[in-house]
């Protein structure tokens, strides 16, 4: 709107500089003339349609005429109309121009509702009365009052229905002593079932294979058990807690081995995949990287394909939870741009005949 009114003003200023010229018996000629084409659409159409930009430049015009000139004028509007956009006109610039006063308390400044949310957050036991407590206590001068609306504003309940431990926060906070565990089914070529006994660390990603058997009885599983306490005490490993479903090939004696090496099982829902997720995410992505590709001959070879899936898992493949290095190897410090441009040979080296590559740089 701004730009058709500027628009407007200079052609009607164009306008009356061509009339300054035009005598008063011409200018009274062209304006019968211009009368006379009024009368015709207001014969033939309905009520008009103007906009704010036509609105504006008539009310500015019209408005240095006297009042009962403007009766005996041909108009598309009444004249009253006319007078009264002329002050709304008015009234809008001046509350343009004019800067209003705000009223009540000043806006608390953006970092302390940011330290507000964040002391909300990493203390779910806190009330709005206890984090007031603690700006007071960090010399920050605010009313408990607009701790607790800052808290509403962003849809914060209050302390006593924060303060529920939900199953993801349990695995955040104990990522460095939990281990996970399941079996899974694996079809061979000739159709024959054989299932796959795997292990996670949270913290680290680390996965153990420790076997494959076509009868996974339960004294396959303890013995199997027994194998991984050797492991992660030959590791150094901290676990504290095994999470586990509720398959019945986990007995009892399987949970007692466990909790007299100081590991507490820790068992799933029922038909909950998601609290044992990391295992389920680590035998979706073997699936979809070696077993959907390769073709399983029997259990010897089964074996033989875990057994290197598990090393490039683990001595190789990036996970972005650990910031794209693998589980057991660091990353690499980073090659300067300048080498990178002059000089950088990289092979590859396959495993399981091409099913899985491994990119190194040349010796």
Same mark, same amino acid.
């Given at each position: 709107?701004?730009?058709?009114?500027?628009?407007?003003?200079?052609?009607?200023?164009?306008?009356?500089?061509?009339?300054?010229?035009?005598?008063?018996?011409?200018? =009274?000629?062209?304006?019968?003339?211009?009368?006379?084409?009024?009368?015709?659409?207001?014969?033939?159409?309905?009520?008009?349609? /103007?906009?704010?930009?036509?609105?504006?430049?008539?009310?500015?015009?019209?408005?240095?005429?006297?009042?009962?000139?403007?009766?005996?004028?041909?108009?598309?509007?009444?004249?009253?109309?006319?007078?009264?956009?002329?002050?709304?006109?008015?009234?809008?610039?001046?509350?343009?121009?004019?800067? #209003?006063?705000?009223? $009540?308390?000043?806006?608390?400044?953006?970092?302390?509702?940011? !330290?507000?949310?964040? !002391?909300?957050?990493?203390?779910?036991?806190?009330?709005?009365?206890?984090?007031?407590?603690?700006?007071?206590?960090?010399?920050?001068?605010?009313?408990? #009052?607009?701790?607790?609306?800052?808290?509403?504003?962003?849809?914060?309940?209050?302390?006593?229905?924060?303060?529920?431990?939900?199953?993801?926060? /349990?695995?955040?906070?104990?990522?460095?002593?939990?281990?996970?565990?399941? !079996?899974?089914?694996?079809?061979?070529?000739?159709?024959?079932?054989?299932?796959?006994?795997?292990?996670?660390?949270?913290?680290?990603?680390?996965?153990?294979?420790?076997?494959?058997?076509?009868?996974?009885?339960?004294?396959?599983?303890?013995?199997?058990?027994?194998? !991984?306490?050797?492991?992660?005490?030959?590791? $150094? #490993?901290?676990?504290? /807690?095994?999470?586990? =479903?509720? =398959?019945?090939?986990?007995?009892?004696?399987?949970?007692?081995?466990?909790?007299?090496? $100081?590991?507490?099982?820790?068992?799933? $829902?029922?038909? *909950?995949?998601?609290?044992?997720?990391?295992?389920?995410?680590? *035998?979706?992505?073997?699936?979809?990287?070696?077993?959907?590709?390769?073709?399983?001959?029997?259990? #010897?070879?089964?074996?033989?394909?875990?057994?290197?899936?598990?090393?490039?898992?683990?001595?190789?493949?990036?996970?972005?939870?650990?910031?794209?290095?693998?589980?057991?190897?660091?990353?690499?410090?980073? *090659?300067?741009?300048?080498?990178?441009?002059?000089?950088?040979?990289?092979?590859?080296?396959?495993?399981?005949?091409?099913?899985?590559?491994?990119?190194?740089?040349?010796?």
């Amino acid at each position: 709107m701004p730009l058709r009114l500027a628009y407007l003003a200079a052609t009607n200023t164009l306008a009356f500089l061509r009339l300054l010229p035009m005598s008063d018996r011409d200018k =009274d000629i062209e304006i019968l003339v211009l009368r006379h084409q009024l009368l015709v659409p207001q014969r033939q159409v309905g009520k008009p349609a /103007f906009n704010d930009s036509d609105r504006a430049v008539l009310a500015g015009l019209l408005h240095h005429l006297p009042k009962d000139r403007l009766r005996h004028l041909l108009l598309l509007v009444r004249p009253d109309t006319v007078l009264r956009r002329h002050r709304e006109l008015l009234r809008r610039c001046h509350a343009a121009t004019c800067v #209003s006063k705000r009223r $009540g308390r000043p806006r608390t400044i953006r970092s302390i509702r940011a !330290l507000v949310l964040r !002391l909300a957050r990493e203390n779910a036991s806190w009330g709005y009365r206890r984090i007031h407590g603690e700006l007071a206590a960090l010399g920050i001068k605010v009313a408990a #009052s607009t701790v607790w609306e800052i808290l509403r504003e962003h849809g914060i309940p209050p302390a006593p229905e924060r303060q529920n431990t939900t199953w993801a926060d /349990f695995l955040r906070s104990k990522a460095e002593a939990l281990l996970a565990c399941d !079996l899974f089914e694996v079809r061979t070529l000739m159709g024959a079932r054989l299932y796959v006994f795997a292990v996670i660390e949270h913290t680290t990603r680390r996965n153990r294979i420790l076997g494959a058997g076509a009868h996974p009885t339960g004294d396959w599983i303890v013995q199997l058990g027994r194998n !991984l306490l050797t492991d992660l005490e030959d590791a $150094g #490993s901290r676990a504290r /807690f095994l999470i586990r =479903d509720r =398959d019945p090939k986990f007995t009892t004696a399987f949970d007692a081995l466990m909790t007299d090496a $100081g590991l507490k099982v820790v068992t799933t $829902g029922i038909r *909950i995949p998601r609290m044992n997720s990391l295992i389920e995410r680590w *035998i979706q992505t073997c699936r979809s990287e070696l077993l959907d590709r390769t073709l399983i001959w029997n259990q #010897s070879h089964l074996l033989h394909a875990l057994r290197e899936y598990e090393a490039f898992y683990n001595e190789h493949r990036p996970h972005r939870a650990l910031k794209n290095a693998a589980p057991c190897r660091p990353l690499p410090a980073p *090659i300067p741009q300048q080498a990178q441009l002059t000089h950088l040979e990289v092979h590859r080296r396959d495993r399981l005949g091409g099913t899985l590559h491994q990119y190194q740089h040349a010796a």
